[in-house]
């Protein structure tokens, strides 16, 4: 009988605790979480047969050889076309992969500006393109 008394006794101050507890909490106004979502989506290019990159170039003279002066980026197939509002960033490199200049344009490759150094013609291997044709927001 002494050991019932001893159970109940053990049940009920773990009753009264929590309620102690659980009352407490509640002044508190309450517990909050922060909000976390999710998402994921596809990039899709709004070029999908690839592009004809052609070259503008000047000599000259402080460098003592022709340097690459613009470019021109158009849709290798005609029947896709880069977006008017496109933003459009080409990279020229190295036989090494370094950069050795960069074009941008923001109005789907139509103006360019270039950066300020010249870059030799006869050092060209190669160019990376990215080409940002979609608009985002955020809420």
Do not use: C
């Amino acid at each position: 009988m002494k050991f019932q008394k001893k159970s109940i006794v053990a049940v009920l101050a773990g009753v009264v605790v929590a309620g102690a507890l659980s009352a407490s909490a509640a002044t508190l106004g309450g517990v909050y979480r922060a909000q976390l979502g999710g998402d994921n989506a596809g990039v899709s290019s709004p070029l999908t047969k690839g592009l004809d990159v052609s070259w503008g170039t000047t000599y000259n003279k402080t460098a003592k050889a022709y340097v690459v002066n613009g470019v021109t980026v158009a849709a290798h197939e005609k029947t896709e076309s880069i977006p008017a509002n496109a933003q459009v960033r080409l990279t020229v490199t190295d036989a090494d992969g370094d950069a050795l200049g960069e074009f941008t344009s923001t109005d789907g490759g139509t103006t360019w500006s270039a950066t300020s150094t010249a870059i030799p013609a006869a050092e060209v291997e190669g160019l990376a393109v990215v080409i940002n044709g979609t608009s985002i927001s955020i809420a």
